[in-house]
Each structure stands twice: as structure tokens, then as C-alpha cells.
T-cell receptor, first 114, second 115 residues
Framework: AQSVTQLGSHVSVSEGALVLLRCNYS??????LFWYVQYPNQGLQLLLK??????LVKGINGFEAEFKKSETSFHLTKPSAHMSDAAEYFC????????????FGSGTQLTVLP | GAGVSQSPSNKVTEKGKDVELRCDPI?????LYWYRQSLGQGLEFLIY????????KSGLPSDRFSAERTGGSVSTLTIQRTQQEDSAVYLC?????????????FGPGTRLTVT
């Protein structure tokens, strides 16, 4: 079975600082990888995904993530945090192939300090 | 275009009552998913539909939970004889399905409180 580990349930950064949210997966075959963001009392919004091809993927709101097979990681970064980035972030994986369920990490709450 | 919609947005029910949660997927999306988000368990997969069929019901926590989808569109998640541990946010998502793309688009959720 797949599993996803997000290191750090809470991360605080100063406005303008680098954001780094960590995600590692456990799967015998590299899965599809996703990052979602959830604002209070809202559903999940897709930030970016990796399925195939270039391992550095860019998403919305200036976020990007790099798939590293050797490290089984898919860490999310943003060069400069903005107050509006404060939210909960979820890493998720799904099996390759046709539409499949997502397996989520436990989430990381990002706080941006002024 | 319109996103995934869910109703009601909030539901408070007494223990032992049945509840129905509704999901309207994005038009043209053939795959539909239900997830549950709770403080103790995080985000859990419940069930997946491709068209009106549910090839994967593995996440349903008990036989009190059931779901159906009609016309390849609207889906209803039913919880019978609700228990306090059923309190959670129930999220619905849809995707194009098949092999074209794998993004799941989520609705705002239904917050269920069992008293």
C-alpha cells in the first residue's frame, strides 16, 4: 500500500522568506504526485502535479515541486512567502494508470509571519 | 465553468438518524470520489465511481455507509444510524477519469456533526 509522509505538521516562515514543505512517499513504483492547498472552510485546490516528464513542476501562485525518485520525495517550495499563502497543504499520491483514489499525507499548516 | 458543488454545506443530526449528502460533479467528469476529513484520521478515501459503477468501495468504514450515482452525474452518500465518530467533513471530487488526466477537483465539503 502507498503511504505519504509530510514532515512537520506546522511550519512558520516570515513574509518574503523561502517556503519548503516536505513530502516523501512510499511506493514500489513511482506514483503520480500532487500538492493541494486548503484554505479555512474550503475544499482542496490543486497546486501542481507530477505524472511524467520534467521532474521540476511549476504550479499556481508561484509554487513549484521537484520529483526526486532516488529520495522518494516531492517537496514543495516557493521562493518568497506571501501572507496569502497561509493555509494547510496536502501532498497526495495515486497509482499510475486510470483514475485512482488519492492517498493523502497528514497535512502541513503553513503560517506566514509579518 | 461551475465547479463541484455539495449540499448541504452543514448538517447537524442526532445520533442514530440517517443522513444524505449530495455531490454535483463538474459537467463531463466521469469519475467521482468521496473522501472524509476528520481531525483524528486526516483525509480518507471512501468510494470511487466511474460512471454509475463503483469499482472501488474499499474505503467505506462500515455497512452503515453507502453511495450511489445516477445518470453519470449526481452522487449521494448515505450514512445510516449515524454515530458520533461519523462527525467529519465529507468532501466530493470529480475528474475526467480514463487516462486523459488525473486531477481531482474538490467541492467545498459538507460538515457533518452528530450530536
Amino acid at each position: 500500500a502507498q503511504s505519504v509522509t509530510q514532515l512537520g505538521s506546522h511550519v512558520s516562515v516570515s513574509e518574503g522568506a523561502l517556503v519548503l514543505l516536505r513530502c516523501n512517499y512510499s511506493s514500489s513504483v513511482p506514483p503520480y504526485l500532487f500538492w493541494y492547498v486548503q484554505y479555512p472552510n474550503q475544499g482542496l485546490q490543486l497546486l501542481l502535479k507530477y505524472t511524467t516528464g520534467a521532474t521540476l513542476v511549476k504550479g499556481i501562485n508561484g509554487f513549484e515541486a521537484e520529483f526526486k525518485k532516488s529520495e522518494t520525495s516531492f517537496h514543495l517550495t516557493k521562493p518568497s512567502a506571501h501572507m496569502s499563502d497561509a493555509a494547510e497543504y496536502f501532498c497526495a499520491v495515486s497509482d499510475r494508470g486510470s483514475a485512482r483514489q488519492l492517498t493523502f499525507g497528514s497535512g502541513t499548516q503553513l503560517t506566514v509571519l509579518p | 465553468g461551475a465547479g463541484v458543488s455539495q449540499s448541504p454545506s452543514n448538517k447537524v443530526t442526532e445520533k442514530g438518524k440517517d443522513v444524505e449528502l449530495r455531490c454535483d460533479p463538474i459537467s463531463g467528469h466521469t469519475a467521482l470520489y468521496w473522501y472524509r476529513q476528520s481531525l483524528g484520521q486526516g483525509l480518507e478515501f471512501l468510494i470511487y465511481f466511474q460512471g454509475n459503477s463503483a469499482p472501488d468501495k474499499s474505503g467505506l468504514p462500515s455497512d452503515r455507509f453507502s453511495a450511489e450515482r445516477t445518470g453519470g452525474s449526481v452522487s449521494t452518500l448515505t450514512i445510516q444510524r449515524t454515530q458520533q465518530e461519523d462527525s467529519a467533513v465529507y468532501l466530493c471530487a470529480s475528474s475526467r477519469g480514463g487516462t486523459a488526466t488525473y486531477e481531482q477537483y474538490f467541492g467545498p465539503g459538507t460538515r457533518l456533526t452528530v450530536t
